[in-house]
């Protein structure tokens, strides 16, 4: 023990050094604390390998700086992007150099010469941006484009659809500004007068060129290995294309000018179904004659997932079959690209396709393949697939035999996976549900077999992600024992010490050796010693469910793919990241350092300051649980670790103002006039915010004078309500028992925050639903939802509020009673944490799926009123800019009230995006700031845009209370709008 203690203290001081070397040079970020470094420690492979520490450049100069000094101290070196590097590229010993916090501009576009310059850290999408408006885009579109960055895309040779087109990266790069491991900086371009830069390398390439003839460049996605072809005379000695797919293991990229192509003026997307892959990789050879843009293969499978997961409105109409190709065209005019399509599908050998324009439908499709890494992130079954073998190539016309022989593989090893890819190219991607719980063994023995194979039908470990650490120790399966030695005699050249992303393509690592996730055991929600109501329900805190009841599985669906990292139209997360853009905000970020502090190395346990720091900022929004193609879940992982850390423990303080406030709102339900009064004192404001852990800068809530549920009891409905409660009236009784008799019932089910402190909203629930001809019911008793508790991690007090829920509206929802939530935070607990509190109570699913937002009520045909009742009254004279709330949008979806809107005529403009106040989040000390730049990023800008008498139209209390202390403007209730036109 005293050993271990004085080796860490040696390694902590080490690595303080190295930190005090660089501070020296250079004055940007140079962080070594733990939090940061398990940020680090992964990309979205299968990988962990914790850097000392990273560093956030900010000029071209700091990365000369920081190399030379690395250099002289012989610390190694990793290049980094967005991290979304599927083969362990992005992760190393020694320092990490993250390019996209700071060095992320496009520098100039010329439309004349067609080209671009770009920092390393430019997102591909940003530079889709600045060189649209010349008609013009960068070629290569990998899947990540919206967070991929071109330093990245260039460090392994990324492809993407529309290479079938337009090439690979290496393809349209015109030339590189770089600094090699010698530490010379020069700028690689064409022809071989570059060469002079890397003394030997003009020797090199005039004594290998039959070698490099033979072996290399052999087909168009040949990209494992040094693409050493490109430095051949008859290929122009280009040496920066030859630098293009090195992954940081020979130079660091500091600037790059590449190609641009036209923007193609009318896509048209055909779908062609066949009987399985095997048989739709067939025909690519024939439709490759007709110079698609595009030639996509798609597991149906795929989208069954698709479908589970989203419901049928994301996938459009699909011709028959268990595979598609998704083949895109373009032309000059609609028409003509009309005819291309339909001349694809007088070529295919199959009669079913669909032609799908430009539009909604193809954008679905592209989506759904834009999420694929994601989503074939599980198998059909459920189990979580890794990558590995995601990204063999070989020629197209050898793709069908291919893969019949791999899913031959597969199926000895009892291993499933969904694939789909660019089969246009050759190009398939693969997740596998190789069994990495326990160790590598499989992955060795099975990635060996794989690799074989793919030598045998001529193609490449990697069709665009790189080696990595994943497969570079495969290479002399693919490559002659002269070859390996050619390019380790290239690396040699370049980079003689090893000094830059050490164990990638020469001299690799063992593809078993630094997996992630064999050293993260189970912590069980299911345990023997459960007291009170856990050992009622059966599960310590939430039950995992979907994860085999284990949290180290839950955490571990982050595999890294970093969608959490863009903000694409329609997407709600990550908000924080939107405001701070620090990878310790974003989902992917805080998974990782939940995975460090459950494995137990780098951090230590759920209770750590690590974990601590990185959840702060988290909203709790659940937009991950939906936007993540992956499934993570991080409101309820934050959840879960208050819990663990706080139960039978004095808590923070804003877990008791906040957490427990319907019991607070009950109380000042008493007298709520004095408390308002009282509360309405600025000074007595302040003091019991600050008292209560909150930011003094916040408003305290007025509290209704009349709550709806003492409205309701003193019979306010028959006020201007026509058909409620007057049974009592004389001479009535019969007719109306009669008439309620026949109506649809409908549970109006009202929680703490409609009740107490937005009585108007149900108010105008129970106008609306009586005039669509419902029989309204109101529980007699008070059932509380238990968010406060669950958003605090107080998670035995919310199954006790959820347990009396329960009790309350389960004989309702078994009885197929629908109930009616109009607070959508409140809503999404019944439709998704009751479940996972409660998944062996059947009366838990059946309140799940008898709950309904006002919009799924009205349309849904299984509940909406009889039309020759009730419409919706018109609308159009609305013009509204609508926030769904979070929880609206990531658990139930906005479809439906976005369907309702339009139908009633009602122009709408729909943020995507938190409104930053998030519950409790915005309330909280120290979170005011991130609160205001998170409403920033997209709500307030659009308010201001907003046109004189445009309505805020947001359901969410705390959507409507951000907006009212921040820019004083009053929001209205989706139910609200259509009450006041009846």
Known sequence: MRRADEARRAADEAREAVAVALRTVVSCGVDTSPRRRAEYSTDASNYRVVPEAVVFPESAD????????????????????????????????????????????????????????????????????????????????????????????????????????????????VSLDVVDGAGRRFTAGRGDSTFAAVPGLADLVRDNLALIRTEFGRFGRQVSGYSLEHLLPENGSNLARALVGTEGTLVTILEATVDLVPVPSAPTLVVLGYPDMPTAADDVPALLDLKPLAIEGLDARLVDVVRRARGDVAVPPLPEGAGWLMIEVGGATQEEA?????????????????????????????????????????????????????????????????????????????????????????????????????????????????????????????GEHGDGRARSELLPLMYSREAIGLMEQFKALFDPKDHLNPGVIVRPSAIDAGLRRPAAGPVLSRSTTLTGISRRAGYEGFSFQHDHHDMTTAVHRCVGVGKCRSHSPGQFMCPSYAATRDEKDVTRGRARVLQEALNGTLVGGLSAPEVRESLDLCLSCKACSSDCPAGVDMAQYKSEVLHRTYRGRLRPVDHYALGWLPRWARLAGAMPRFVNRVLGVPLIAKAVLWAGGMDTRRSMPRFAEVPFRTWWARGGATHGVPGLRILGVPGREARTAAVLAQRPKVVLWTDTFSDSMAPGVPQAAVKVLTAAGYDVIVPDQQACCGLTWISTGQLDGARRRLSSLLEVLGPYAVNGIPILGLEPSCTAVLRSDLVDLFPDDPRARAVAAATHTLAELLTSPETAPDPAVFRIPSLADVSAVAQPHCHHHSVMGWDADRALLQAAGATVKVISGCCGLAGNFGMQKGHYEVSVAVAETALLPALRAAAPGDVYLADGFSCRTQVDQLAGIEGKALVELIAERL
């Open 338 to 462: 009309l005819s291309t399509a339909r001349a694809i599908v007088a070529a295919a050998s199959t009669s079913a396709a669909e032609v799908l324009p430009a539009g909604p439908d193809a954008t679905k499709m592209w989506q759904i393949r834009a999420d694929g890494a994601g989503l074939a992130g599980r198998t059909p079954s459920g189990e979580q697939a890794w990558p590995g073998w995601e990204d063999s190539a070989v020629p197209p016309e050898r793709l069908g035999a291919y893969l019949r022989d791999l899913e031959a593989l597969m199926g000895r090893y009892r291993l499933d996976g969904l694939p789909y890819g660019h089969f246009g190219d050759g190009c398939v991607h693969l997740r596998i549900d190789i069994p990495l719980e326990t160790s590598g063994s499989v992955l060795r023995t099975f990635m060996t077999e794989a690799a074989e194979l793919v030598a045998k039908y001529g193609g490449s470990l990697s």
């Open 62 to 173: 700091d990365v000369v700086r920081v190399l030379g000094v690395l250099r002289e101290l012989g610390v190694p070196v990793t290049a980094r992007g967005a991290g979304t590097s599927v083969a362990g590229n992005a992760v190393g010993p020694g320092v990490v150099l993250d390019f996209s916090r700071h060095l992320d501009r496009v520098l100039a576009v010329d439309p004349e010469t067609r080209t671009a310059r770009v920092q390393p850290g430019t997102i591909m999408t940003n530079l889709q941006k600045v060189a649209a408006p010349h008609g013009l885009r960068f070629g290569p579109d990998p899947s990540t484009q919206n967070r991929a960055t071109l330093g990245g895309m260039i460090g392994n040779n990324a492809c993407g659809p529309h290479a079938v087109a337009y090439g690979r990266t290496a393809d349209n790069v």
